[in-house]
C-alpha cells in the first residue's frame, strides 16, 4: 500500500519541488477563482500533452490573470480546493471518483487533445464522466459532432507555440535539401508513402532531396532516408536545421482524422516552409500557398516538394509568413485569452443553467 510520503515523492519526479510548493502556496492563499489543470503524467523535460496543454497555460494565467489562481494537481488528489477543473486527455478512474466527490458543485471542462489515445477511458464512450461535465474544449472541427446533441458547451482551442528559437538561414547546404517529419513513430504511416514521392522529386527537380524522421527510433541513415532520435533538447534545434517540413496522416482513420494541429502550428512557429496533407484542423491553420502548402495526392506532393527544393526565395517568404502568424495566431498568450474566454462562459453557464454559444 502507498503512503502519503510514497504518493509525494512520485509527484517530486514529475514536478520540481519548488515549483510545486510555489503553484501550492499562491493557490492556497488566493482568493481568485481557483483552476486545476491535470492530470500530470509526464515529468517536465518531455514533450507530451503536458507541455502543451497545461504547463504553459497555468503559468500564464497566473502571470495575467486578476480573476483566476492557478494549478495543476495529480491522479488521486483532492479536487474539491478547486473551483474549476480542466482534465487534460488522459485520466483513469481515480480522476472520476474526486470529481464525484464535489457532487456537481465545481464546473468540470474536458480538454479532450487526442483522446482515446494513450487513455485507459475512452472519452467517447464514458456516461460516467459524461454526467460531470460542463464544458469540452476540442481541438479538431471533426469532433464538434460528437457534442451537438449534448447540453455541453464546446470551444475548438489550438495548440500554442512553445519554441523560442526561428529558423534564420534559407539557403540550403550545397545540392541537398533537407526534408524533416518530427513526431512518434506509431503516427509515421500517413509519411512513409511519401518516400516514392520524395525520389520522384528529387529526379524531377535534380536536387537531392533527403527525408528525416525526427522520431523515437534508433539512429540511422542510408543517405536517402535518416532516422534521428528525437529528444527534449534537440526538438526545435533540429527543425531549424532542416529545408522543408511534412506532415501527412491517413485521413481514413478516424482518429487520425481528428488529430490537432499541433504539428503544422510547431513547424510554422520555427518559420519552416511545410507541406500536408491537411487534417480538418490544419486546414484551419494553414493559409494555402502563403503560410504553407496543402497537398492532396502524390502529383501534388511532388510538385510542390520540386518547386520548393528549386526556390531558396519561396522557401524564406513562406517560412517567415508561417513564423509571423503563427507568433500572432498562437502565442501562449493568445491561447490563454481562449481558455479563459471559455472558462468564463463555462462557469457562467454552470451558475446560472443558462447554455452558452457553441465557439
Keep these: 500500500m502507498r503512503t502519503g510520503l510514497h504518493r509525494l515523492k512520485d509527484k517530486m519526479l514529475l514536478v520540481s519541488p519548488h515549483k510545486l510548493v510555489s503553484l501550492r502556496t499562491r493557490s492556497a492563499f488566493s482568493s481568485r477563482i481557483k483552476i486545476g489543470f491535470g492530470p500530470i503524467k509526464t515529468g517536465e523535460n518531455d514533450l507530451n500533452v503536458r507541455a502543451w496543454r497545461i504547463d504553459p497555460i497555468v503559468s500564464e494565467i497566473n502571470r495575467t490573470s486578476s480573476k483566476y489562481i492557478a494549478d495543476i494537481y495529480f491522479e488521486g488528489d483532492d479536487l474539491r480546493r478547486f473551483d474549476i477543473v480542466i482534465v487534460v486527455k488522459v485520466y ?29 477511458r475512452n472519452f467517447y464512450d464514458d456516461v460516467e464522466f459524461h454526467e460531470l461535465l460542463k464544458g ?44 524533416i517529419w518530427q513526431g512518434y513513430q506509431f503516427n509515421r504511416g500517413g509519411i512513409v508513402g511519401l518516400e516514392s514521392a ?27 532516408v535518416q532516422y534521428l532520435p528525437w529528444t527534449h533538447e534537440n526538438a526545435f534545434s533540429a527543425l531549424i536545421t532542416a529545408d522543408i517540413a511534412v506532415a501527412a496522416r491517413d485521413n481514413h482513420q478516424t482518429y487520425q482524422a481528428e488529430k490537432p494541429s499541433t504539428k503544422v502550428i510547431m513547424y510554422m512557429g520555427v518559420g519552416l516552409p511545410l507541406i500536408c496533407n491537411p487534417t480538418a484542423a490544419d486546414e484551419l491553420v494553414i493559409e494555402n500557398g502563403k503560410t504553407g502548402f496543402l497537398a492532396r495526392d502524390d502529383d501534388e ?55 452558452q454559444e457553441v465557439f
Design 92 to 120: 483513469g478512474d481515480a480522476v472520476i471518483a474526486e470529481l464525484r466527490k464535489s457532487q456537481g458543485k465545481q464546473t468540470v471542462i474536458f480538454d479532450i487533445v487526442d483522446n482515446p489515445h494513450g487513455c485507459k
Design 136 to 179: 469540452v474544449i476540442i481541438s479538431s472541427p471533426l469532433q464538434l459532432s460528437r457534442f451537438e446533441r449534448n447540453n455541453v458547451s464546446t470551444c475548438l482551442i489550438e495548440h500554442p507555440v512553445i519554441s523560442r528559437i526561428q529558423k534564420a538561414d534559407y539557403s540550403a547546404t550545397g545540392d541537398q535539401i533537407t526534408i
Design 198 to 224: 520524395v525520389e520522384r522529386a528529387s529526379r524531377q527537380s535534380g536536387a537531392t532531396l533527403k527525408l528525416v524522421y525526427h522520431t523515437n527510433l534508433p539512429a540511422s541513415d542510408d543517405g536517402k
Design 301 to 355: 506532393w511532388v510538385e510542390l516538394l520540386s518547386t520548393l527544393a528549386l526556390d531558396a526565395e519561396l522557401r524564406e517568404s513562406v517560412g517567415r509568413a508561417a513564423y509571423n502568424a503563427a507568433s500572432s495566431s498562437f502565442s501562449v498568450s493568445t491561447i490563454t485569452k481562449k481558455y479563459l474566454s471559455f472558462i468564463d462562459s463555462v462557469h457562467q453557464r454552470s451558475s446560472t443553467g443558462v447554455l
